[in-house]
């Protein structure tokens, strides 16, 4: 248990013990809490008083299956909210395995400086100059680090996007393989790691300091009981290891919530050609692999590498929502162009998901025509090179809407909605009016709730009250860094108990079930009140206009959500 | 007193009288609280539900001096508030020798659709096609309407930038010599007007049937008196009929408090060579006018025709705030560099200060460097021919900030401060933070208490009591028509007794001097009413945070007013 804390501005480097405040905090619960302690609310996300934070999970590190989650914290740039960005690949495990509760990058090197901060196998940080690799893409560059530091290294990293403190900024991370394909894509957290002049982290994985484990034999017997609880739960087990989040792909669209065309459609024409099932079958036929294990641990193996038609890799970890974002909101329907522009999207450091829906919006706005895959392409080329088009289209979706004065900008607080339309699903629609992260799917996706057809999703009735479960839910669940695919399995009274269970066997504590909801409302209370701080009010906590007024195709519906609704949500 | 409400959606004309609860109400309180009770607060600005109002004020159309102003009124799509933006001009005495209340634009033209609104000398309205005009600018057209409808036409028009929708589009309007160079310059009105597929307005200004007078004798006494009394105020008698508006360069640089730079100095270097005195005399050696009456009934004369060396036409009414932000704002000292620039932005159809702030931040970004005349025409002209960079430009300040990540951005709630920097000029900071306008020096500046050395503008004491008083103060004479320059004359008891006893004579009431202050409140609440429903709330009453943070030479202050002054400056 310890903090290292870099300061960009004189260079200096702490190795602190974790203060009494933050104990028993992980993942997003100690980014949020952090944030809201020790950032200035009102301050310039790309200022020197934002302070950037990696956190690995509550578990990670642990042999607790798929607990790799990284979050990273900070006021964000594209919201202007606190943000909570988390991703998988294996630097939380490699952090996890040194007993590094967090690394807390603060103040800003002067504006032509860059450094990468590297934590050695004995947990030892120096910032390193890294003006070589200024403006390098990420696979290069992560090829580059793993080169020079050794294959038993993870890497997060930022690209050109985040060198520019463009709004749609990611925080690429490497996988098993080492490469750079799985993001902390959302809320341009980017651009908060670029303006702190800090290009990467990368930590050594072969650490074997982690913190003790209280009771290591329950533990070990409550890992063995979880893992077989997400093993059999049909989604975890079944549904994810053969298709994918692609998997969503047929069933959302079947539930005509797809949002299609720049969210003109709840279903998009020859979503059959982008579907898990195409995408599977595509990538067995080239000898690619359709059920990869992305993340240290994982046994969930939702991942995959795509390759193209002559076997030549083009991604990896293609996901239902880049699928979506660069697909069904541009109306790209060819698998292979969407699986580029997630690599160029991944490569040049950009979110999948407000890119997409930026490109989107410029074709709504009759830039470019729906469904041209090439000029989808040029645009985000475009980015890369910092023209003046890519520099608004990296701004993210608002952006893009502003240039071209153009009304329909699917976002809330400025970061884009995902791939559920809120007016086919109303539970998503308070999720994103009222979530402290801007519309955020990952944030409290009542998805769920509707597959198994608890909820009418058409129907104003248990909205709220799923929504504001999901989101506390959530919370927890983002603190302990396990995946919110595998955490499916919490719902099963197996999984559930072996969870808690292994968390108590962890810190030697006799935490009951509640403990679960507390800790998630714990952290959005921290969250709601940054954001409150920072100017935020129930007026902000909905939708734009158009989801209330343009009916979506095929149940023709809007939001009927209203303010109170969305004001009711956190009742606590 | 008679309505025209014209909807741009189905092509309708209606005549109506004015409505009980509108009754005694003109300019600015007319247009906000019919906005107000009229347009939903949360529409898209540039959608149909949106309502541009065209209203005279109180005294408009009687023999009063200077009470040629007209209010424009719409939910502004740069601030996202209710705005009124006023300028001078004849068209608004035109309207009230017609006894035209109010011209209200509702609804919208299809996309491609362009009209132009005539109003003959018998004050009868037409939607005329205007599509031949598409794409024209202000000067060409302008001169264009008054060969077609003679020069006893006034014009109300919009360029360019107003067509692409651009959020620093002005509504330029034609002066005493049918040119385009005065403006409804602030909060994207022009944007408005495009977005309604209004070209222009064009009305006759022989019109003989204004509202009765219930008194007038008595008027026309009052308005002899009052006449006096702007002549003999040393501000609207000396200083502006012999240097114009711009000889405030000199006293504003003398106080330390002319933002330039982009607002990183109070005082710019060689301020002399664009100031009042250095034009006056430039002017008059060019055989051009120093003193020139732009508006109809005006006796001020703070307007003038720019030449250049060669004596050929090169702008009129070139005025402080221009100068300030195309001069000091962009440290350009080059007069004629800065009448072209305005000429620039009156032919396009752009505020020249939210336009000219925007180009300094782009310098100060490291885009252009500061000084650089050419750049900035440059620059001006990619608005006009609407280049990536120029939507980005004609977008405003925000924008600009945005595109290259650039913290140092002068404006409230979108819009740019004006020309007294708010570290300077406390109460100033306190208008610009709590106006329902955004930053708008007209609302409610306090320099006249600095320069009678009533007030120390840099301490906390008595700035939001002056803020306050100001902001009432012109809520109310923006009712009546005045022009704010001859309004000092109400501060005299000679002139501000004349002026109450012509409104009464006027409207055969018995008014005492409590009901000015009465009316601005009124007007007041009902445009913070709406902008609350639209979402603001008191932390959007705050400056950028720089203005906190770094001090400004020559004083080294910052802003020292709390966010609970901003807070109690609404104390009603």
């Known amino acids: 248990m310890k903090f290292i804390r870099v300061n960009m ?91 590094i509760t967090a690394v807390i990058v603060e103040g800003q090197a002067a504006p032509e400086e860059l450094f990468l901060l590297r934590i050695d196998e004995k947990g030892r940080a120096a910032l390193l100059p890294a003006g070589a690799f200024k403006g390098m893409r990420t696979y290069a560059l992560t090829e580059k680090l793993l080169e020079t530091y050794g294959d038993k290294a993870s890497v997060m990293c930022i ?66 009981a979880f893992a077989k609880a997400v093993r059999e739960h049909p989604f975890s087990g079944q549904l994810l290891p053969n298709l994918g989040t692609a998997g969503l792909v047929a069933p959302v669209n079947a539930m005509g919530a797809f949002p299609s065309y720049n969210a003109t459609k709840g279903t998009m024409d020859g979503w059959e050609k982008i579907s898990g099932e195409a995408m599977t079958q595509l990538i067995s036929e080239r000898k690619g692999n359709p059920s990869h294990m992305g993340c240290a641990q994982c046994i969930v193996h939702c991942s995959n590498i795509y390759n193209d038609k002559d076997g030549k890799y083009l991604t990896s970890s293609l996901e239902y929502e880049t699928i979506w974002a660069m697909g ?8 292979d162009t969407i699986a580029r522009l997630d690599f160029l999207c991944d490569d040049i450091g950009l979110d999948t998901m407000s890119t997409g829906v930026a490109v989107a919006v410029a074709m709504d706005a009759g830039y470019k025509k729906f469904g041209d895959g090439e000029a989808a392409i040029e645009l985000i080329e475009e980015i890369a090179q910092g023209t003046d088009m890519g520099r608004v289209l990296g701004n993210g979706p608002t952006a893009v809407g502003q240039h071209f ?78 995946c919110l695919l595998a955490s499916f399995a919490l719902t099963t009274p197996e999984g559930g108990m072996a969870f808690l269970q292994a968390m108590n066997a962890k810190f030697g504590t006799q935490l009951g079930p509640e403990a679960i909801p507390q800790l998630g409302l714990r952290v959005l209370q921290a969250e709601r009140e940054f954001n409150r701080k920072a100017g935020f009010t129930n007026q902000d906590d909905r939708l734009p206009e158009f989801f209330y007024k343009e009916p979506l195709p095929p149940h023709n519906t809007v939001v009927v959500m209203t303010g109170e609704d969305m004001d009711g949500t956190f009742n606590f």
């Open 328 to 335: 069904g909101m541009t109306g790209i329907d060819n698998l």
């Open 405 to 482: 004065n153009h009304h329909r900008v699917p976002v809330v607080k400025g970061q884009s909605i995902a791939a559920y339309d809120p007016r086919a699903m109303q539970g998503n629609a308070v999720t994103y009016a009222t979530s402290p992260m801007g519309a955020d799917h990952s944030a409290g996706n009542v998805i769920g709730e509707y597959m198994a057809q608890k909820l009418d999703p058409l129907k104003r009735e248990g909205q709220v009250e799923a929504s504001r479960n999901t989101q506390i839910a959530m919370a927890a669940v983002d603190c302990t860094g396990l």
């Open 159 to 224: 690209g050109p996007a985040g060198e520019y403190g463009l709004k749609a900024a990611s925080i690429q991370t490497s996988d098993i393989d080492g490469r750079p394909c799985r993001a902390a894509g959302r809320g341009g957290l980017g651009a908060v790691m670029g303006s702190k002049g800090l290009k990467a982290l990368v930590v050594d994985q072969r650490g074997s300091s982690p913190d003790a484990l209280a009771d290591p034999e329950t533990f070990k017997e409550s890992a063995k």
């Open 9 to 99: 501005s004189d260079k200096t480097i702490a190795v602190e013990d974790v203060p009494q405040s933050y104990l028993g905090l992980g993942g997003r619960g100690l980014t949020s809490i952090m944030i809201n302690t020790e950032v200035p609310p009102r301050c310039d996300p790309l200022g020197p008083e934002n302070k950037l934070i990696f956190a690995p999970g509550l578990l990670t590190g642990t042999s607790l299956v798929n607990t790799s989650r990284i979050s990273v914290g900070a006021k964000s740039p594209l919201t202007g909210t606190i943000k909570e960005s988390n991703a998988g690949g294996t630097i939380a495990a490699a952090l996890g395995r040194l007993g």
